[in-house]
């Protein structure tokens, strides 16, 4: 709650001194530069025999236009490790992402949506596989964005919160009926 109400308190004495802003424009507050300290993928799943974990992505720059267009710069990012098992096979692999992505989003009402079909760059993920099978493949970020396949990019239905020096995404996809469910954490500072 004590979140949200430094959000609205930033943004009254704007609204009041700047012209209208955009339909399309993002809120004051996610605008700029952004470090991603951590990214957290959990899945869990009993009906699945799921329990899996991502972590990682720490030193990845994010861009986010007044338009609301967000641009990563994986040049410094940390190796994402994912460790666990699905559908009762153990996974162990390591992706390493480089280069440059942009996308169109938009930021309203504390959600974030993501425009995958505009998703370019140069981005490259690097995958190194050592369970179930050994296997490498560096394949281009743009494509899987855009065919909504599994990246660190947010999808689907992203909420955030967000002050002067934090921003936090967050992702929770139901994964069955008995309460299994994958919870997706981005969080950056200034």
Known sequence: ???????????????????????SAAPACPVGVWKLTGYQK??????????LQS????????KIAANGAITYDFKKSAKLVTKGR????????????????????????GRLSVKRATATGTALV???????????RTEKVAPLVRTEQETVVPGGRVTYTCD?????????????????????RWRFER
């Not at 690097?126 to 490498?136: G, M």
């Not at 934090?166 to 919870?183: F, P």
């Open 42 to 51: 959990k899945a869990v799943s009993k009906v699945y025999d799921t329990a």
């Open 164 to 184: 002067a020096d934090r921003l936090h995404l967050k992702r929770t996809i139901r994964l069955d009926s008995k309460g299994g469910r994958e919870v997706v």
């Open 86 to 109: 699905t559908n009762s096979v153990p996974i162990a692999e390591t992706a390493l992402y480089r280069r440059t992505l942009k996308h169109k989003a938009s930021w309203k009402g």
């Open 55 to 62: 972590r990682g992505m720490g030193g990845t720059k994010v």
């Open 126 to 136: 690097k995958t190194v596989q050592k369970k179930p099978e050994k296997s490498t």
């Open 1 to 23: 709650m004590m979140l949200r109400a430094v959000v609205v308190c930033s943004l009254l004495p704007l609204a009041v001194m700047a012209p209208a802003a955009p339909a």
